[in-house]
């Protein structure tokens, strides 16, 4: 009957993930690099590092294709395809999305626990079917039972039973998520049309997918009035209890206030929104942003939600805004991503929120390889003040501005408001920030008076003379371990303490604070958004007309502006002298540095050609495999304490389940559950499946040997692959800075949950290691940029060590060596060559000559700069 059928529709809507995923930009400049012949080469001897550029691009469109999907069956059940129904939340691994064909990008990564797209029927690498686990639509389940953690049946049962009450006070509070589209229920089960979103490349980009109203196809949610209306509407009942949560989670609850509080609170943690630097005050609410850029940040949003596409939220930073001396999920950007990730997967996106800060740097080694080390960017986070003055801010915002398909909105967590602004007023970009000091929340007076205030505000702001503030027992709860049944006794004793814990690092509160900043700034975006969205609907129908959500035009307008500029006569240039044109260049490239936007994808590994044995550089230490896999187990003692809010929660709220399906944890199952887990030892995963019309990245050692076997030079000249290079202080794992990482838990670690990403792995040669050959695909501007660190000690390299010749006496160059003195020997030189010919022959005077220091740590090189080859492209 009726009843029923809506139950079990409501029930079979609750399947899917709830979690953000990285992805890789395939357009087809890049997948024409698999079909053609490689045009540059450029190789390096004696010396490593590079980053290649790349700003091919080309301008077209292709038919807009429509399908009608039908429902997918697994496990016996049927999953009809969902729009704005919520994700799979898989503790253990990676999530599940039900989300029309199309939605996603061509090239998948392969590593970390990236979400499975079941629409496309995936398979794993042994072609076998992916299948949801037991539990799939059991999103009640709590994560603090989760089966790796060491706890009793009867812990776990007084766990779950605690969840179950904690879940419905929320939705008697707060209320909780019930939108349900009506079309399956009137066309016998059947999904919704939908654009094949893969087939549309709006001038040249992939990623926007700007088609006009007509094109839309007849029933696709989007040209449904009635459908739109309903989801506006509880969209923002979603965005209101999200931003209630966070009102009471810091003392200012709606509920307990007079009118004329309310007034002042909505100031006091308000989004200041001017028009003219001179109306912005630093610390008027909780973020400034202009007008202008207010408006570009909803109209991101809105075409994100009218493609169903993923959102890119991304930091670069230093040791602080890593998150240093916490865990890596208690960083300000997983905070946000824990609470705003249900809300975008509710209104139909995929939040993408990446923490790529290093410790004990600044940005400059990764902006200049944006587009790959940094990748997709839809809103820019910056936060390097302790590392980065002048130019080499400049530096990070034409470089942030120019890589990728798209033109993010700068956002500044503090002391790079100046080269926003004047970026803003040179090409027209658009930035804003987090505003400075306590936005009015209660402070400290005791430790005593500590207890009576909300958790989140204990020890945050002090009043005058009270320590605790900066106390680590009151600033950090950092852990390196927790008890777990899937490793008994870690490998390595773990830290008792918790490193990286200085006096200049923020807490997790702290870093709290800053996540609910971001999060209050993005609410109020959205909640604009959906009033233009409803007062267009009203007035003008459905769809949403292109002049609210369309990117493409204005983008390009700030990109011009950036590559037309006198790169000399900026900032950047006046850092940046050996190649100033760099400051107006779409760059690409590589790193060993971790966390990366690819993982191995874009390492420097991925741009070598292999040795005629078919060595390829690899990282020494002989550690391979993790000591655990999957996504980490949450942290007991970082939960929610009891009677506290919690927002996250309340962004994930649900309706209560059907008793029937509602179900105890019994011990059997409990047991069963923790030898599951053993599965996880090994650090094997499950690679993700993302749909498009290319190829996909299945297995990443064979794609790699694929692409790089093909015949770069003649292998029969003196330009040859070495034998003699290896990689040096890397981490193991797939280290992206997302939610999806499974980085670093080698057997040496002595903090395996740490969770942190940044690491320095190196790719390390001397005078007995040969030629180091890159492969570099679409170079248009002939410039090769490399960081290089040429103070590493004599006989560092473990590769060659016992070696008289070059290659170990391999192949047609022998020479033997004399061990040097600690200066450079006189015969010392650095050879450079394209194509097979070497075009440069230098001794270390002459090779200082191509290299600058522009920043603590960093020694740059320009080892080709072709403008010739620029100016024919």
């Given at each position: 009957?009726?009843?029923?059928?809506?139950?079990?529709?409501?029930?079979?809507?609750?399947?899917?993930?709830?979690?953000?995923?990285?992805?890789?930009?395939?357009?087809?400049?890049?997948?024409?690099?698999?079909?053609?012949?490689?045009?540059?080469?450029?190789?390096?001897?004696?010396?490593?590092?590079?980053?290649?550029?790349?700003?091919?691009?080309?301008?077209?469109?292709t038919p807009i294709e429509s399908t009608t999907s039908t429902s997918t069956e697994f496990n016996g059940f049927s999953k009809i395809i969902g729009f704005h129904e919520p994700s799979f939340e898989n503790i253990y691994g990676a999530n599940y999305y039900f989300k029309p064909k199309g939605v996603g990008y061509p090239l998948a990564p392969t590593g970390g626990v990236h979400p499975i797209y079941m629409i496309d029927n995936p398979t794993d690498e042994d072609g076998n079917a992916i299948t949801p686990p037991t539990d799939y639509d059991n999103y009640e389940l709590s994560p603090y039972t989760d089966k790796r953690l060491k706890m009793t049946p009867e812990e776990r049962q007084k766990e779950q039973s605690y969840w179950y009450g904690k879940l419905q006070l929320i939705r008697n509070e707060y209320g909780y998520w019930k939108f349900k589209d009506p079309y399956p229920f009137k066309n016998k089960g059947k999904s919704r049309p939908v654009v094949d979103w893969a087939s549309i490349k709006t001038n040249g980009n992939p990623l926007h997918g700007e088609i006009s109203k007509e094109d839309f196809p007849k029933d696709s949610w989007q040209t449904d009035s009635d459908y739109i209306t309903n989801f506006i509407g509880e969209a923002k009942a979603l965005i209101h209890r999200v931003r209630e949560g966070i009102y009471a989670e810091y003392g200012w609850a709606t509920s307990s206030l007079t009118s004329e509080q309310i007034s002042q609170r909505n100031v006091y943690l308000g989004v200041h929104i001017a028009s003219e630097?001179?109306?912005?005050?630093?610390?008027?609410?909780?973020?400034?942003?202009?007008?202008?850029?207010?408006?570009?940040?909803?109209?991101?949003?809105?075409?994100?939600?009218?493609?169903?596409?993923?959102?890119?939220?991304?930091?670069?930073?230093?040791?602080?805004?890593?998150?240093?001396?916490?865990?890596?999920?208690?960083?300000?950007?997983?905070?946000?991503?824990?609470?705003?990730?249900?809300?975008?997967?509710?209104?139909?996106?995929?939040?993408?929120?990446?923490?790529?800060?290093?410790?004990?740097?600044?940005?400059?080694?990764?902006?200049?390889?944006?587009?790959?080390?940094?990748?997709?960017?839809?809103?820019?986070?910056?936060?390097?003040?302790?590392?980065?003055?002048?130019?080499?801010?400049?530096?990070?915002?034409?470089?942030?501005?120019?890589?990728?398909?798209?033109?993010?909105?700068?956002?500044?967590?503090?002391?790079?408001?100046?080269?926003?602004?004047?970026?803003?007023?040179?090409?027209?970009?658009?930035?804003?920030?987090?505003?400075?000091?306590?936005?009015?929340?209660?402070?400290?007076?005791?430790?005593?008076?500590?207890?009576?205030?909300?958790?989140?505000?204990?020890?945050?702001?002090?009043?005058?003379?009270?320590?605790?503030?900066?106390?680590?027992?009151?600033?950090?709860?950092?852990?390196?371990?927790?008890?777990?049944?899937?490793?008994?006794?870690?490998?390595?004793?773990?830290?008792?303490?918790?490193?990286?814990?200085?006096?200049?690092?923020?807490?997790?509160?702290?870093?709290?604070?800053?996540?609910?900043?971001?999060?209050?700034?993005?609410?109020?975006?959205?909640?604009?958004?959906?009033?233009?969205?409803?007062?267009?609907?009203?007035?003008?129908?459905?769809?949403?007309?292109?002049?609210?959500?369309?990117?493409?035009?204005?983008?390009?307008?700030?990109?011009?502006?950036?590559?037309?500029?006198?790169?000399?006569?900026?900032?950047?240039?006046?850092?940046?002298?050996?190649?100033?044109?760099?400051?107006?260049?779409?760059?690409?490239?590589?790193?060993?540095?971790?966390?990366?936007?690819?993982?191995?994808?874009?390492?420097?590994?991925?741009?070598?050609?292999?040795?005629?044995?078919?060595?390829?550089?690899?990282?020494?230490?002989?550690?391979?495999?993790?000591?655990?896999?999957?996504?980490?187990?949450?942290?007991?003692?970082?939960?929610?304490?009891?009677?506290?809010?919690?927002?996250?929660?309340?962004?994930?709220?649900?309706?209560?389940?059907?008793?029937?399906?509602?179900?105890?944890?019994?011990?059997?199952?409990?047991?069963?559950?923790?030898?599951?887990?053993?599965?996880?030892?090994?650090?094997?995963?499950?690679?993700?499946?993302?749909?498009?019309?290319?190829?996909?990245?299945?297995?990443?050692?064979?794609?790699?040997?694929?692409?790089?076997?093909?015949?770069?030079?003649?292998?029969?000249?003196?330009?040859?692959?070495?034998?003699?290079?290896?990689?040096?202080?890397?981490?193991?794992?797939?280290?992206?800075?997302?939610?999806?990482?499974?980085?670093?838990?080698?057997?040496?670690?002595?903090?395996?949950?740490?969770?942190?990403?940044?690491?320095?792995?190196?790719?390390?040669?001397?005078?007995?290691?040969?030629?180091?050959?890159?492969?570099?695909?679409?170079?248009?501007?002939?410039?090769?940029?490399?960081?290089?660190?040429?103070?590493?000690?004599?006989?560092?390299?473990?590769?060659?060590?016992?070696?008289?010749?070059?290659?170990?006496?391999?192949?047609?160059?022998?020479?033997?060596?004399?061990?040097?003195?600690?200066?450079?020997?006189?015969?010392?030189?650095?050879?450079?060559?394209?194509?097979?010919?070497?075009?440069?022959?230098?001794?270390?005077?002459?090779?200082?000559?191509?290299?600058?220091?522009?920043?603590?740590?960093?020694?740059?090189?320009?080892?080709?700069?072709?403008?010739?080859?620029?100016?024919?492209?």
């Amino acid at each position: 009957d009726k009843t029923s059928l809506s139950n079990k529709v409501m029930v079979l809507a609750m399947l899917a993930m709830i979690v953000a995923m990285l992805v890789i930009v395939a357009s087809d400049v890049e997948t024409s690099i698999e079909e053609e012949a490689v045009e540059t080469v450029v190789v390096v001897h004696h010396d490593s590092n590079a980053a290649s550029d790349s700003s091919a691009s080309s301008s077209y469109s292709t038919p807009i294709e429509s399908t009608t999907s039908t429902s997918t069956e697994f496990n016996g059940f049927s999953k009809i395809i969902g729009f704005h129904e919520p994700s799979f939340e898989n503790i253990y691994g990676a999530n599940y999305y039900f989300k029309p064909k199309g939605v996603g990008y061509p090239l998948a990564p392969t590593g970390g626990v990236h979400p499975i797209y079941m629409i496309d029927n995936p398979t794993d690498e042994d072609g076998n079917a992916i299948t949801p686990p037991t539990d799939y639509d059991n999103y009640e389940l709590s994560p603090y039972t989760d089966k790796r953690l060491k706890m009793t049946p009867e812990e776990r049962q007084k766990e779950q039973s605690y969840w179950y009450g904690k879940l419905q006070l929320i939705r008697n509070e707060y209320g909780y998520w019930k939108f349900k589209d009506p079309y399956p229920f009137k066309n016998k089960g059947k999904s919704r049309p939908v654009v094949d979103w893969a087939s549309i490349k709006t001038n040249g980009n992939p990623l926007h997918g700007e088609i006009s109203k007509e094109d839309f196809p007849k029933d696709s949610w989007q040209t449904d009035s009635d459908y739109i209306t309903n989801f506006i509407g509880e969209a923002k009942a979603l965005i209101h209890r999200v931003r209630e949560g966070i009102y009471a989670e810091y003392g200012w609850a709606t509920s307990s206030l007079t009118s004329e509080q309310i007034s002042q609170r909505n100031v006091y943690l308000g989004v200041h929104i001017a028009s003219e630097i001179s109306g912005i005050g630093p610390d008027i609410g909780v973020a400034w942003i202009y007008q202008d850029s207010f408006d570009a940040l909803v109209k991101k949003l809105l075409n994100a939600m009218m493609t169903n596409d993923h959102f890119f939220v991304t930091l670069g930073g230093h040791s602080a805004a890593a998150g240093h001396g916490n865990n890596f999920f208690q960083s300000y950007m997983m905070q946000f991503h824990d609470v705003m990730e249900p809300v975008f997967d509710r209104l139909g996106m995929v939040l993408v929120t990446a923490n790529l800060a290093q410790g004990g740097m600044g940005t400059l080694q990764a902006v200049l390889a944006g587009g790959d080390i940094y990748g997709e960017k839809d809103f820019m986070v910056w936060d390097s003040s302790m590392t980065e003055k002048g130019a080499l801010q400049d530096v990070f915002g034409r470089m942030m501005l120019l890589s990728g398909h798209r033109v993010p909105i700068l956002f500044d967590i503090g002391g790079g408001k100046g080269f926003m602004d004047a970026l803003r007023k040179e090409v027209g970009a658009h930035v804003g920030g987090v505003t400075s000091g306590n936005p009015h929340l209660a402070e400290t007076e005791s430790i005593e008076q500590a207890a009576s205030l909300p958790h989140a505000l204990q020890h945050l702001f002090c009043k005058g003379g009270v320590p605790t503030c900066g106390q680590t027992q009151f600033k950090y709860n950092a852990t390196c371990w927790t008890d777990r049944v899937d490793v008994e006794t870690p490998p390595t004793e773990q830290n008792k303490g918790y490193g990286g814990q200085a006096k200049w690092h923020p807490g997790n509160r702290a870093h709290q604070l800053i996540a609910r900043r971001m999060t209050l700034l993005f609410l109020r975006a959205l909640d604009e958004a959906m009033n233009i969205w409803l007062k267009a609907t009203v007035s003008e129908g459905s769809p949403l007309d292109g002049k609210y959500w369309h990117l493409a035009e204005e983008e390009k307008k700030i990109r011009d502006a950036l590559k037309s500029a006198n790169a000399t006569a900026t900032p950047c240039g006046g850092l940046m002298t050996l190649t100033p044109r760099v400051c107006n260049t779409p760059m690409r490239g590589a790193t060993e540095w971790t966390p990366r936007y690819r993982g191995d994808e874009s390492s420097i590994r991925r741009l070598l050609k292999p040795s005629p044995s078919g060595y390829v550089p690899i990282m020494v230490g002989g550690e391979t495999e993790q000591v655990y896999g999957g996504r980490e187990a949450r942290i007991p003692q970082q939960r929610i304490p009891i009677g506290e809010v919690d927002v996250a929660m309340i962004a994930r709220s649900l309706p209560q389940r059907p008793r029937s399906q509602r179900r105890s944890l019994s011990t059997s199952e409990i047991s069963a559950g923790a030898a599951s887990v053993e599965t996880m030892r090994s650090g094997h995963h499950r690679h993700s499946y993302i749909s498009g019309p290319s190829s996909m990245l299945r297995n990443a050692t064979n794609h790699r040997t694929s692409t790089l076997s093909r015949r770069l030079a003649d292998d029969s000249g003196s330009i040859v692959p070495g034998e003699g290079w290896e990689v040096q202080n890397g981490h193991i794992g797939y280290c992206d800075g997302t939610s999806n990482a499974v980085c670093g838990r080698d057997k040496s670690s002595n903090c395996l949950m740490t969770g942190h990403n940044d690491g320095r792995g190196g790719l390390d040669g001397d005078a007995l290691s040969g030629w180091v050959v890159f492969n570099l695909k679409d170079v248009t501007q002939g410039l090769f940029l490399a960081r290089m660190e040429s103070w590493w000690p004599f006989e560092s390299n473990m590769r060659t060590e016992g070696w008289t010749a070059v290659n170990n006496g391999k192949g047609s160059r022998h020479r033997h060596l004399k061990a040097p003195p600690p200066p450079k020997p006189a015969d010392y030189r650095v050879e450079i060559a394209v194509n097979g010919v070497i075009i440069k022959s230098m001794n270390e005077t002459e090779f200082n000559e191509l290299c600058i220091v522009p920043g603590y740590n960093l020694g740059i090189c320009t080892l080709w700069d072709d403008e010739e080859r620029a100016r024919k492209n």
